[in-house]
């Protein structure tokens, strides 16, 4: 019997992983937690880039715990490492509303703030996250400081309540 499960508590979270009867255990860092998180706009006065990275995971727009952008083309939300990491996942939690929205959007790494440069590559494209839920896509490794995730097409909203960044 093989498989992972992920623990996560505030800023922390433990992936442990089952093979050949044996218990192994990771200690994960979320390396966004608390860093400076930028988006494309605003709608209204809750929902700021920060929210999704102040460490709650509450999947409520309306108890003020979820960024949401303006309606508008090609939306996107981006946080700022500080320093260049090795990433290996990425945690996203969808709202507990218009789980929809997600539907597409990208998730971007690299050393530029532009995703259309050669220093970004896509680490995933996220099919879809069931409302409230939250969802780790793997990196392989990526190298970056800026992760951001695109939603690309026209009249989007962009509304995450959680971004969480592993190494």
Known sequence: ????????????????????GALAGQLLYNLALKKTAVQSSTNGTVGTAGRAVDGNRDASYQRGSCTLTSEQSDPWWRVDLVNVYTIGAVMIINRDKLENRLDGAEIWIGNSTSISGPESIRCAVISHIPKGQAFYFPCNSVKGRYVTVFLPGSAKVLSLCEVEVYY
Do not use: D, E, K
Request: no cysteine; proline share 0%.
């Open 1 to 20: 019997m093989r498989g992972s499960h992920i623990l996560s508590f505030t800023g922390i979270s433990i992936m442990l992983t089952l093979t050949s």
